[in-house]
């Protein structure tokens, strides 16, 4: 079997993802910052003050962020100008939240381990009392 | 063939499956031990579904010679019960893999990689922190998280995490999720799926408070209490922080008789449906 994937070389592979992890974050920051329908150019513009990039790879980075649905994109001759589909308030919002929305919450549960997740805060007063508890059990 | 152990089969497979479930939930004594305690419900659960799969077929075993009919039926109710099951599996396991991928790419964009700990740090105030389980795991806190706790609060909560994604807490909690969506609706117990979250809970701060002692730990329980929405709480579930603390206080205590005691539970449920259907055909 070819593993022609570039993550697949186990010595690779994390250096690999993280700069493309790098690359990603910083090509949404520029969506965002920036305003909406980006060309690539405009993109490759922005990022080039600190890093040098070629057109094609920043042209695949917007493809992965618009697959993932972090973008969306629309068609302008013969390229494509992308805008965030999302604001970043919004994206931290929804990444902080347990997701008590569309999806099963049963499901919701297995997917993340919260800390300290899906119950109603106690009492500090009882709380005080537990860790009092604990101070004494464990001297 | 004897009609009796079949019969304790199909009451077994009940028993496990519907009654099992109820009774153990409420027994808030199982938390004391977390590890066995897990054991005995892994044991229940696979015990009841082997149990279920197989009394049908047993039950017409004896008479598929004169009724061959039954005998086809039966063995489609259970061929019914399995595909339930594998078709579980698949929904399920295809959701959550889909939700983690969705919600670490969100992740990824946005947080910063702090430099010593190696986890994700999102730009909020309110407290948070979860783990995202699977082959590109992380471990997510909020700013407001941080913020919270203190330098020892922090490590013990991070081992906390650490301890989910090193023992692979979220394969467990799968298993349950699994069986639990392949009852019909109307036998689900909700009550002991939000018990066996806790006992791994429970679990993870046993690892937590043996790397980085019981106070540090205590502290982070109280500093992100009330650090999620409420509104999604479930029975069994509700100040869990509370519940938490006190399980902590009672780790100090060895309990190897009453471990001992959960374990040959576990161990005797497993055993029961394998000598009734030898001892039935």
Known sequence: MLHSDATYDPGMSTTRSRDLGDLERAVMTVLWDHGPDQSVREVMHELNDSRNLAYTTVMTVLDRLSKKGLAQRRRDGRAFRYTAASTREELTAASMRSGLETLDTGDRRAAMLHFLGQSDPAELADLREALAEVERRHR | MDALPVLALVLLALTLTVVAPRAMSPQTSFRLCPGAALLAWQSVTVSGVCAALVSAPLAAWGIRQDHEGVWWAAT????????????????????????????????????????????????????????????????????????????????????????????????????????????????????????????????????????????????????????????ATLAGGSDQARVRLLLIADAATRRPGRAALIYSFALGVLALPVALAVVSL
């Not at chain 2, 889909?98 to 990689?113: E, G, M, S």
């Not at chain 2, 986890?119 to 783990?131: E, R």
């Not at chain 2, 700013?143 to 023992?167: F, N, Y």
């Not at chain 2, 799968?174 to 002991?192: D, G, N, Q, S």
């Open chain 2, 76 to 231: 489609a109710l259970s061929g019914a019960m399995l595909a339930r099951l594998l078709l579980s599996g698949h929904r399920v396991g295809t959701g959550l893999r889909t939700l983690r991928r969705r919600h670490r790419d969100q992740v990824d964009v946005l947080a910063r990689i702090d430099e010593q700990t190696g986890v994700s740090v999102l730009d909020h105030a309110s407290p948070t922190a979860y783990c995202l389980p699977g082959r590109r795991r992380r471990i997510v806190l909020s700013r407001g998280a941080l913020e919270a706790l203190d330098e020892s609060e922090t490590a013990a909560l991070l081992a906390h995490e650490r301890a989910h994604l090193r023992a692979r807490h979220d394969i467990i909690l799968e298993f349950f999720t699994v069986v639990h969506h392949a009852v019909p609706r109307p036998l689900r117990c909700e009550t002991a799926l939000a018990e066996t979250h806790l006992l791994i809970e429970a679990l993870a701060d046993r690892a937590a408070l043996r790397r980085c002692g019981a106070r540090p730990l205590a502290g982070a329980l109280v500093a992100m209490n009330g650090s999620t929405p409420p509104g």
